[in-house]
């Protein structure tokens, strides 16, 4: 059974930093499409960076501020959040697809993902 475990949310001001994780089980990260969308309240589901073993994609408004990464020891994906912004303040879902190309992940806002975690709060205050 495929499961995600998001972890790491929280409350922080403008400029801070958050890393959010999100353990997998049921397959290997490595071998799967795998990333984050958020969704802030009053709006729709967007693609925040996806991952395909060597090609990660971002969304343009968190590149140069987001870092995708992963352990496969660990089988953990991971976000890392710089310079946050008030307008990045969401629920975080880390979600997985056995095959999907990461652009298109991003740009659907996730529709083409199958396995979603319950989610995580960011908070980014002025």
């Known amino acids: 059974e495929v499961q995600l475990v998001e972890s790491g949310g929280g409350s922080v001001q403008a400029g801070g930093s958050l890393t959010l994780s999100c353990v997998a089980s049921g397959f290997a990260v490595g071998d799967w499409t795998i990333g984050w969308f958020r969704q802030a309240p009053g709006l729709g589901r967007e693609g925040v960076a996806v991952?395909?073993?060597?090609?990660?994609r971002y969304t343009d408004s968190v590149k140069g501020r987001f870092t995708l990464s992963s352990d496969s020891a660990k089988n953990t994906v991971y976000l890392q959040m710089n310079n946050l912004r008030p307008d990045d303040t969401a629920v975080y879902y880390c979600a997985a697809r056995q095959r999907a190309w990461p652009l298109v992940a991003i740009t659907t806002g996730g529709n083409a993902m199958h396995h979603w975690g319950k989610g995580t709060l960011v908070t980014v205050s002025s």
């Open positions: 991952m395909r073993a060597d090609e990660i």
